[in-house]
């Protein structure tokens, strides 16, 4: 059995959740070089099984610090996949990125995935960050991640939109002033931003 199919027959095992998935990208991760590592993602990348995808998906976010196809590879086209748990794993991967790289050094890259025309890639920062203040740099610096999040306020995803709306939620568990004061200038008239600003607002009352 070749080493594709013996991992594809291992992460298929998983039905809920992605911790054992996540564990198997560690392992490869470790016993593997980076470039053996990246061919294995992108082979098991190609399979209609979406645990094997999925795990690409880990390996790809383990890589993507040092990797810029595999970076580009989360982007273009792992953004594409129309499975929840590979969409939910490119968040996972974006999140690990900015770790690896570090948050405050993310800041452009997270601006432009921020404003990019694909839903998905927009929602792998707004939920992959979260808790947003829970991460270094914007722990010490909350109002940049609120300012931020509000610019997808009245985004056209209503995924996105709650996304952000939840994520602006979290953050006022510690910084309610902070939320109230941004949340203040939004135009509730806008549906969109109205939907995005009950879920901000949670916790405020």
Not at 24 to 47: M, V, W
Not at 142 to 152: D, F, G, N, Q, T
Request: glycine share 4%; proline share 1%.
């Amino acid at each position: 059995m070749d080493t594709i199919q013996s991992l594809v027959q291992r992460v298929q095992k998983t039905e809920h959740g992605f911790m054992d998935i996540q564990n198997a990208s560690e392992e490869i991760f470790a016993g593997h070089s980076s470039a053996e590592t990246l061919r294995l993602a992108k082979e098991l990348f190609e399979s209609d099984v979406h645990q094997a995808r999925v795990l690409a998906v880990f390996l790809f976010g383990k890589l993507a610090a040092n990797s810029k196809e595999s970076f580009m590879l989360l982007r273009q086209r792992v953004s594409l996949d129309k499975d929840w748990r590979v969409q939910e794993t490119l968040a996972k991967a974006f999140d690990g990125y900015c770790k690896d790289s570090g948050y405050e050094k993310s800041l452009l890259v997270i601006e432009d995935w921020l404003s990019d025309e694909n839903p998905n890639v927009r929602r792998a920062v707004t939920e992959g960050l979260r808790i947003w203040t829970g991460r270094d740099y914007f722990r010490e610096h909350p109002e940049v991640a609120i300012k931020l999040l509000s610019r997808l306020k009245a985004d056209e995803s209503e995924y996105v939109r709650k996304s952000v709306g939840n994520a602006l939620r979290d953050i006022s568990r510690k910084n309610k002033d902070l939320i109230r004061k941004e949340l203040q200038g939004w135009d509730v008239s806008d549906k969109h931003i109205q939907q995005t600003y009950k879920l901000a607002a949670k916790f405020l009352k």
